[in-house]
């Protein structure tokens, strides 16, 4: 609170937490079904990580074409996409255009953060209250506040002291940042590392770059779109729609074979340059065992470790940026645009931190492996304390004084990854135990919402006030994600997927790794047994009573 007196409690049917695309079409599906509802969002606009991204090269890795509304033809209609791969202003131009379309703003609250919720067993209600002093009585909870948002720059000793500037590429200036002339480091070389390196070194006088592990990285072959591809794609808007939805990904791309194994070496090399020259994500959706078969992955591994050396000319700077020890695919892997090439500029330099860790900021700059690199600013790419971090920012309090964050202190326990055991009436959506980050993101959220938005409609229609899951099917939920992940090449990778980038943040794997698709055919399955796993009740009855059903 900011010490303002908190105002009368507002009731409502339902709070949605963030602005993203996600929380947009929350509020869409809400107000479409007759509930009155309130959108809070920390940012002064609409558009979640688009909004705070916004530092140079940053783009979306899938395609414009994928990365959209996928509910209605008329918006895509409406809408026009400029390049392959949309970049972060035109993204956010196109949350700002759906929010208007939809005329979303009257019910969406800026520059507030909800800074608790607390649930009322007794009213079935959540209150939820914003450090502007707003307090609401909601029905529903809804968490729509990002895998990717709570951005962390690491505890390095003396940043306090630096007097150059600092930017997280997840908290970035909205008047830019001017790097001519200037001497920069980069510290972290996941996606917005990779994205960045070649725009600022277009610019910047010298270019350190910091590098703890290596990424795998593809081209991303971005271009200008075509009128006519344009036209054609709105043409077959809802079929191609359709097919996304039935995709492991959320995205359609054809795999070319079941397994890299069964291919004869020059099949495969073809196989792999093709894709490769295709730009995306197409090498790592090559063959089916690419994600399962540690052997079919190195293949696919090597073809991209022959790729860094061809592109980058210093032999031990191509070593240094090749990843050896951990499987392609198993940390995201990053699509650039000419991102290795910029190593061979020679105010560009690589430092393996490996080798020469980072001791301090000082003054000056960075003092890595006991040599001092004086910049004038530091750019942290440093990524997130992802899928878990935007919902423990706040306290989240459930039934019995049960919080969140002690329900999750040895890692997130959901079910079906949209709900949570001993929290009624919250829902999240992209979060823990979802496929969320491991799939297009937009079509994810939406067929999330719809089924939340249908379990809202069916506790309308019976007369329930509350849901929650039951605590075995919780715990049966969680094993599941978690055996799922154990049969591909991600689990027991040092990754964020697994909390792995965060000092003391238990190693749970996250993400869902079964696809959208058969995610969604699950938790629709499960809905239409009857909320199975769930306890559906009358406000104040307990579990297992004439007033609960389960
Ligand atoms: P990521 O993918 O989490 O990348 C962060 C990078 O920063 C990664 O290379 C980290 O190395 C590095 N890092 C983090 N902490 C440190 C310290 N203390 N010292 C040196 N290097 C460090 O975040 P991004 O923003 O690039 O991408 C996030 C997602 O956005 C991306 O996956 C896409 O989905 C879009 P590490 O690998 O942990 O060794």
Same mark, same amino acid.
């Given at each position: 609170?900011?010490?303002?007196?908190?105002?009368?409690?507002?009731?409502?049917?339902?709070?949605?937490?963030?602005?993203?695309?996600?929380?947009?079409?929350?509020?869409?599906?809400?107000?479409?079904?007759? +509930?009155?509802?309130?959108?809070?969002?920390?940012?002064?606009?609409?558009?979640?990580?688009? &909004?705070?991204?916004?530092?140079?090269?940053?783009?979306?890795?899938?395609?414009?074409?994928?990365?959209? &509304?996928?509910? $209605?033809?008329?918006?895509?209609?409406?809408?026009?996409?400029?390049?392959?791969?949309?970049?972060?202003?035109?993204?956010?131009?196109?949350?700002? +255009?759906?929010?208007?379309?939809?005329?979303?703003?009257?019910?969406?609250?800026?520059?507030?953060?909800?800074?608790?919720?607390?649930?009322?067993?007794?009213?079935?209600?959540?209150?939820?209250?914003?450090?502007?002093?707003?307090? *609401?009585?909601?029905?529903?909870? @809804?968490?729509?506040?990002? $895998?990717?948002?709570?951005?962390?720059?690491?505890?390095?000793?003396?940043?306090?002291?630096?007097?150059?500037?600092?930017?997280?590429?997840?908290?970035?200036?909205?008047?830019?940042?001017?790097?001519?002339?200037?001497?920069?480091?980069?510290?972290?070389?996941?996606?917005?590392?990779?994205?960045?390196?070649?725009?600022?070194? %277009? !610019?910047?006088?010298?270019? =350190?770059?910091?590098?703890?592990?290596?990424?795998?990285?593809?081209?991303?072959?971005?271009?200008?779109? !075509?009128?006519?591809?344009?036209?054609? &794609?709105?043409?077959?808007?809802?079929?191609?729609?359709?097919?996304?939805?039935?995709?492991?990904?959320?995205?359609?791309?054809?795999?070319?074979?079941?397994?890299?194994?069964?291919?004869?070496?020059?099949?495969?090399?073809?196989?792999? %340059?093709?894709?490769?020259?295709?730009?995306? =994500?197409?090498? @790592? !959706?090559?063959?089916?065992?690419?994600?399962?078969?540690?052997?079919? #992955?190195?293949?696919?591994?090597?073809?991209?470790?022959?790729?860094?050396?061809?592109?980058?000319?210093?032999?031990?700077?191509? %070593?240094?940026?090749?990843?050896?020890?951990?499987? +392609?695919?198993?940390?995201?892997?990053?699509?650039?645009?000419?991102?290795?090439?910029? =190593?061979?500029?020679?105010?560009?330099?690589?430092?393996? *931190?490996?080798?020469?860790?980072?001791?301090?900021?000082?003054?000056?700059?960075?003092?890595?492996?006991?040599?001092?690199?004086?910049?004038?600013?530091?750019?942290?790419?440093?990524?997130?304390?992802?899928?878990?971090?935007?919902?423990?920012?706040?306290?989240?309090?459930?039934?019995?004084?049960?919080?969140?964050?002690?329900?999750?202190?040895?890692?997130?326990?959901?079910?079906?990854?949209?709900?949570?055991?001993?929290?009624? #009436?919250?829902?999240?959506?992209?979060?823990?135990?979802?496929?969320?980050?491991?799939?297009?993101?937009?079509?994810?959220?939406?067929? !999330?919402?719809?089924?939340?938005?249908?379990?809202?409609?069916?506790?309308?229609?019976?007369?329930?006030?509350?849901? %929650?899951?039951?605590?075995?099917?919780?715990?049966?939920?969680?094993?599941?994600?978690?055996?799922?992940?154990?049969?591909?090449?991600?689990?027991?990778?040092?990754?964020?997927?697994?909390?792995?980038?965060?000092?003391?943040?238990?190693?749970?794997?996250?993400?869902?790794?079964?696809?959208?698709?058969?995610?969604?055919?699950?938790?629709?399955?499960?809905?239409?047994?009857?909320?199975?796993?769930?306890?559906?009740?009358?406000?104040?009855?307990?579990?297992?009573?004439?007033?609960?059903?389960?």
């Amino acid at each position: 609170m900011t010490g303002l007196d908190p105002r009368p409690p507002v009731a409502l049917d339902a709070v949605v937490v963030g602005a993203g695309f996600a929380g947009l079409y929350a509020l869409h599906r809400l107000r479409e079904l007759g +509930f009155s509802a309130r959108l809070f969002e920390k940012g002064d606009g609409v558009g979640g990580t688009w &909004y705070w991204n916004r530092y140079p090269g940053a783009r979306c890795d899938l395609e414009s074409f994928e990365y959209q &509304y996928s509910f $209605s033809e008329e918006l895509a209609r409406a809408w026009t996409w400029t390049e392959r791969y949309p970049t972060q202003p035109e993204i956010l131009r196109y949350a700002n +255009f759906v929010a208007d379309r939809l005329d979303l703003r009257p019910d969406i609250q800026l520059e507030t953060s909800i800074v608790s919720a607390v649930f009322d067993e007794d009213r079935a209600r959540w209150t939820v209250v914003s450090d502007r002093g707003d307090v *609401v009585s909601a029905k529903f909870c @809804i968490l729509a506040t990002g $895998s990717l948002s709570a951005s962390v720059v690491p505890d390095f000793n003396g940043l306090e002291a630096f007097e150059g500037r600092w930017h997280h590429t997840g908290r970035w200036p909205h008047e830019g940042v001017d790097f001519r002339g200037q001497r920069v480091a980069v510290i972290g070389t996941g996606s917005s590392g990779v994205q960045a390196v070649p725009v600022i070194a %277009e !610019q910047a006088s010298e270019l =350190f770059v910091f590098q703890r592990t290596p990424a795998y990285s593809m081209p991303a072959g971005n271009r200008p779109l !075509q009128r006519q591809a344009v036209d054609a &794609y709105k043409e077959q808007f809802v079929e191609i729609k359709r097919q996304a939805r039935a995709t492991w990904g959320g995205a359609v791309i054809q795999l070319a074979g079941p397994s890299a194994l069964a291919v004869p070496a020059g099949e495969l090399e073809a196989e792999l %340059e093709t894709r490769w020259h295709l730009g995306g =994500f197409h090498l @790592i !959706q090559s063959y089916g065992d690419v994600g399962r078969d540690h052997a079919a #992955n190195d293949l696919v591994a090597e073809f991209v470790r022959r790729k860094i050396r061809a592109a980058v000319k210093d032999p031990e700077v191509a %070593e240094v940026l090749t990843p050896r020890d951990y499987p +392609f695919g198993a940390k995201r892997p990053c699509l650039d645009s000419g991102y290795y090439e910029a =190593f061979n500029q020679p105010h560009v330099r690589l430092i393996d *931190v490996r080798t020469a860790p980072i001791e301090a900021i000082t003054r000056q700059g960075v003092k890595a492996g006991g040599r001092e690199y004086a910049v004038d600013i530091i750019v942290f790419a440093t990524g997130y304390d992802a899928m878990t971090g935007s919902m423990l920012a706040f306290d989240i309090t459930g039934r019995q004084g049960l919080s969140l964050r002690r329900k999750w202190a040895a890692g997130p326990l959901t079910y079906l990854g949209l709900t949570v055991a001993g929290f009624p #009436n919250l829902f999240i959506i992209t979060g823990p135990g979802s496929p969320s980050v491991t799939a297009n993101m937009i079509i994810g959220a939406e067929l !999330q919402t719809d089924w939340i938005m249908a379990c809202l409609g069916h506790m309308r229609e019976h007369g329930w006030d509350s849901i %929650e899951p039951q605590p075995d099917a919780e715990s049966a939920w969680v094993e599941h994600v978690n055996a799922t992940a154990k049969r591909t090449v991600f689990y027991g990778v040092a990754s964020w997927y697994m909390g792995a980038n965060i000092p003391g943040k238990p190693r749970v794997f996250m993400p869902y790794l079964g696809g959208l698709n058969r995610y969604t055919d699950h938790c629709n399955a499960i809905a239409a047994n009857g909320y199975e796993g769930f306890v559906l009740a009358r406000a104040g009855a307990a579990a297992g009573t004439d007033e609960a059903a389960t």
